[in-house]
């Protein structure tokens, strides 16, 4: 896994992104981040898991869901099956050590 700086990211809230097999971040202080750096480590798993290109298609598709389901795109993202856990587990630095595969489907 490589930590990528592009400080070209778009949108105010949107700092970084894992983009198999990178981590694609706006500021290279966020290099430094654990816990920001450990919840993109949890979607590179998914990535893999669901071998890249459908992982990205699902997650548009859960998102176009979401937002459907509550008018709210913030709320909408939040509610991601692969965010819940990404952000539910970031803080545990040694979760990818005992996730079992396929762990993103108890979030949905």
Known sequence: MRIV??????????????LWPFIVVKDPFLKKDEYFINHEKIHLRQQVELLVIPFYFLY???YCFRLLQYRNAQLAYCNISFE???YLNEDDLHYLKRRKPWSFIKYL
């Not at 949108?11 to 970084?16: C, E, I, K, L, N």
């Open 84 to 86: 819940r856990e990404a």
């Open 60 to 62: 548009f598709t859960e």
């Open 5 to 18: 700086v592009n400080k070209y990211l778009i949108g105010r809230h949107f700092v970084g992104i894992a």
